[in-house]
């Protein structure tokens, strides 16, 4: 807010945005929150040039911006007179891809801040398993009993197809996308195979490629892309799919309890899921990737940052067996730091350079590194 004059805070539905804009504007001597839902606040937008000009020295705050696209041409407008930061605050349900298409104006003049549901570091590491198995939404993560939790996933899956996509301009029937969303659930943590996935559809490769692109811009799936560092080495070339919401993909596979994820084939995958959002939650200008080649070397992440490069691989386990190919795959690459992001409490040297932790400690110290490069820059500069 205090460098440009648009800020957006993206995310997706239910996470919390409206919350933080909220306490924020309580801070703010002079705002204006309207809520695009909310047939009231958009009726006084039907001359909004005039209306959002008469404004000039408030935060105006615009939830839900992806409802009337059309503003943002006026917003370049009403910015560009006098440049100065941090005149508009604007909510969306969407990512900044999604909403680039229709905010190419403000290019320059908008500042883009990623809002994810809970990490594990804003609920606590004890409460890792309720995290783990309701996911991060915060209705999901605090609701009073399993049940209620269940409920309010069931219903957000339904009004995310029915409702949120079809007010982005996404035009799918629901019931195909929720079955290319179970399909991705199944799929958890494995190479994605587009024409596989087409087959198993009915549809074109195109098709399920823009399926995939529909969850990806909308925060729901995560694609992982592979690294392309080793020249000498022949990459695999097809990316990793997640759901991010490790609380979705358990009630999109029906899992309800710890009991039932244990003994369930996606367990691992699922915690792998996890882990990966932790740390991008934590250090969230890192370039994330992962290491595999066709002799079968292969990491489960690679994080880019702060100059450095940081091996990680995950195992849903309190005593894990690292197989071969994470010690072959770490002489191709030479990481600066390698660790095992395990179930357990306290860290324990595995061999020279590779220590096994937890995701909390894991977290922490990718975090650490990056603030003292920033701080480092900082000084450069």
């Known amino acids: 807010m205090g460098f440009f004059p648009v800020t957006a805070i993206v995310g997706p539905r239910q996470c919390g945005k409206t919350t933080l804009a909220k306490v924020f504007m309580e801070g703010v001597r002079s705002a204006l929150y309207l809520d695009l839902e909310r047939p009231s606040d958009l009726a006084r937008l039907a001359e909004p040039e005039t209306y959002l000009g008469a ?37 969306g349900s969407a990512s900044p891809e999604l909403l680039r298409q229709s905010s190419e104006t403000l290019a320059g003049r908008i500042g883009y801040l990623e809002l994810t549901p809970f990490s594990e570091k804003e609920v606590g590491a004890e409460h890792q398993s309720e995290l783990w198995i309701r996911g991060g939404f915060p209705r999901s993560f605090f609701a009073p009993s399993d049940h209620l ?9 339904q009004t995310y197809l029915e409702r949120d996509l079809p007010q982005l301009g996404v035009h799918i029937p ?130 880019r940052h702060a100059n450095r490069l940081t091996a990680i691989e995950i195992k849903a386990s309190s005593a894990p067996h690292v197989e071969r190919g994470f010690w072959s795959a770490l002489e191709d690459l030479q990481p600066d730091d390698a660790w095992i992001a395990a179930q357990i409490v306290e860290p324990f040297p595995l061999r020279q ?10 977290c922490q110290s990718l975090a650490t590194s990056s603030d003292g490069f920033r701080k480092h820059s900082m000084s450069d500069a």
């Open 55 to 91: 404004q000039r020295g408030r935060v105006v705050c615009l939830d839900e911006i992806q409802r009337a696209p059309d503003l943002f041409q006026v917003l370049r407008t009403l910015v560009d007179e006098t440049g100065a930061p941090g005149q508009f605050l604007v909510l």
């Open 149 to 157: 939790s269940r409920a309010w996933r069931d219903n957000f899956i």
């Open 174 to 303: 629901a019931p195909t996308l929720r079955h290319f969303w179970e399909m991705c659930a199944h799929l958890q943590g494995e190479l994605w195979n587009h024409a596989k996935v087409a087959s198993a559809l009915g549809v074109t490769g195109k098709t399920a490629a823009h399926y995939l692109t529909v969850l990806e811009q909308s925060y729901m799936l995560r694609r992982l892309p592979p690294t392309a560092t080793n020249g000498k080495k022949r990459l695999v070339k097809s990316p990793r799919v997640y759901l991010r919401d490790s609380g979705l993909l358990h009630r999109i596979l029906r899992i309800d309890t710890m009991d039932a994820l244990c003994g369930h084939p996606v367990r691992g995958a699922s915690w792998e899921g996890y882990v990966i959002e932790q740390i991008a939650a934590a250090v969230p200008d890192a370039d994330l990737s992962f290491y595999r080649t066709s002799g079968g070397a292969e990491i489960d992440l690679l994080v």
């Open 353 to 362: 350079n590779v220590t096994v932790a937890s995701v909390e400690a894991i």
